[in-house]
Structure formats: structure tokens, C-alpha cells
């Protein structure tokens, strides 16, 4: 009877440390962005988009957009700035009113949403005052999606 009870609490206690793990990634992701430490931040949150508990929580996602948001505004300041992390981040917050039913995330998705918006339209000037109109064009329905 003892065997059976230590077995069990042994299970469930690793159990309890798998489903822990994930949330840890979010927080120090979180934090790491807040400390204004751009690559952990990246580092972290990327671990846990990849994990099968966390990518069915709204925070992931959220943490997601916004990490990718202020490695695209850094400007080349710690981290290059890419243009890709600015679909990165559209596509993190698209995901999260699926996932949020309580519409606790929702002021913060139309935020990053609107910085989204606001980057890939004006990503799609350029181009377009160079008479890349096709390019242009790709950048402008980006930012209209």
C-alpha cells in the first residue's frame, strides 16, 4: 500500500513539473522582455511555442507578438532588424482570440495588432514610392490581412 501511494505521488508530482515547465518559459520570456533582454526573450518564448501545453494558452502568444514587436522596433539596436518579425508577431496575436474566452487578452491583441497594421503599411511606402508596385502590393495586403 505504501509502494502504491509513494508511486503515485511520485507520478503525479512529475506530471505537475512537466506542466510547470511550460509556464516557466512564458515567464521568463516575459521577464527577460521587460528587463529589456530581447534574445532571452526570444530564446525562451520560442521554447515554449514549441511546447504542446503552452500553445493552447492566450499568455503564449500574446508574450509571442510582443517579444517580436519590440525585436522589430529595436531597430538593429541589440538585435537585426528583420521584417519577418513583424509576421511573426501578427500571426502570434491572430491566434489568440481562438484561444482566449474570456477576452482577457483582448486590449493587448488589438494593440500589437495595430502596431502590426501600422508597420507592414508603412514597410509597403517604400516600394511603392520606388515604383516596386508588385512589392509594394505584397506588403500592402499583408497589412490589410
Known sequence: MKKTIILSAVIMLGFFSI????SIDVTNAALSLRNGELKDAKASIDKATTDADAILQPKTWVYCGNIYLAMFQDSGKTVPQLASYVDVAANAFQKVPALDA??????DVTSGLNSCHYYLYTMAIDPYNRG????AYFQFRKAYD
Open 19 to 22: 506542466s510547470k515547465a511550460q
Open 102 to 107: 474570456k477576452k482577457k487578452w483582448e486590449d
Open 132 to 135: 516596386h508596385y508588385d512589392s
